[in-house]
């Protein structure tokens, strides 16, 4: 085709065009997904979702995974083939307590004067006010797990103290913290019954930080978070679920549970030796007494579900 002058203009209107829609578009993701990325993004989510577009798994499905371990977990997601889900190496406030909900995803990076600038230029604008750790906190819902991507930083990666920890206590009915970085205040963060992992304490304030994301995928350890997530954390460490293997982990926990509570009835009858029984009988009877066990189990904990 010949290249006109008039085609020539088209085809570079066509291209600032396009050029100011991806600017546009890199613009919001500085800040967050629209409700739209974080739809597309999780797509095979099942469940319905919150105002903002993240995936919600059911409360009674958060309820019952404050039963899950780490491993009843991995069992499911190991074989699905999803094995950057799983992140330790925390401290962990409070070790006998579960924390389990959705994750609510805030990203900072080392601040940069130049890209800082027009971030706070931009939300001075759209906000009417600077961006800060409280931007997000303000943001929580109840049943959130506040996810915070601080890339490790101990002297002023410090995304709350003991006030803003107690205020995402309530904001999120207990959910949690997450945060690949530290805290401060521990004395009075510990009198608070919520669950919090950290890499370090620190008594600085937050400091030399920009924050970029609010509900992206960020990354915690060597897990890709998404917004929406559950949050399965015990005193090993933190799975971080993709909604639509939910389902699927709590049901074969309810099958783990019962075949690890067989297992120990019948190793306290002191008859069999573990090879016989663990991890499945070998004598057809066993294996036939075990099934009908199970089967027997999960109808019984089934109705009692129902019932509530």
């Not at 600017?23 to 919001?28: D, E, G, R």
């Not at 009843?72 to 699905?80: F, I, P, T």
């Not at 099958?255 to 306290?268: G, P």
């Amino acid at each position: 085709m010949k290249l006109t002058r008039r085609n020539f203009l088209f085809s570079i209107a066509g291209l600032c065009c396009a050029y100011l829609l991806l600017v546009q578009a890199a613009s919001a993701q500085l800040i967050n997904f629209s409700k739209q990325d974080l739809i597309d993004y999780t797509a095979q989510n099942p469940f319905d979702r919150l105002p903002d577009g993240r995936p919600k798994v059911p409360d009674a499905l958060i309820e019952r995974a404050r039963d899950l371990s780490s491993e009843e977990v991995w069992a499911v997601l190991q074989g699905k083939e999803y094995n950057n889900q799983y992140a330790d190496g925390f401290q962990v406030l409070h070790p006998g307590k579960t924390m389990v909900g959705r994750a609510f995803t805030v990203q900072f990076m080392p601040v940069r004067k130049d890209v800082d600038t027009v971030a706070q230029a931009k939300a001075k604008q759209s906000l009417g006010k600077r961006l800060f750790n409280q931007t997000a906190i303000d943001m929580l819902q109840p049943g959130d797990v506040l996810v915070v991507d601080l890339f490790g930083k101990k002297i002023g990666g410090t995304i709350v103290g003991d006030n803003l920890f107690f205020y995402v206590n309530q904001a999120t009915h207990g959910g949690g913290l997450v945060v690949d970085g530290s805290v401060r205040d521990l004395n009075g963060i510990s009198e608070i019954d919520m669950p919090a992992y950290f890499r370090a304490v620190d008594p600085t304030p937050i400091a030399d930080v920009m924050l970029t994301g609010i509900n992206v995928p960020i990354r915690i350890g060597n897990v890709t978070v998404m917004p929406g997530d559950l949050v399965v954390g015990d005193r090993e460490g933190i799975y971080f679920v993709p909604p639509q293997f939910v389902q699927e982990v709590l049901d074969r926990a309810d099958e783990t549970h019962i075949h690890d509570e067989w297992t120990k009835k019948k190793f306290a009858e002191g008859k069999y030796k573990s090879s016989e029984i663990y991890g499945s009988p070998s004598d057809p009877k066993l294996k036939q007494e075990y099934e009908e066990y199970l089967k027997k189990r999960l109808d019984e904990i089934h109705k009692q579900r129902s019932s509530k």
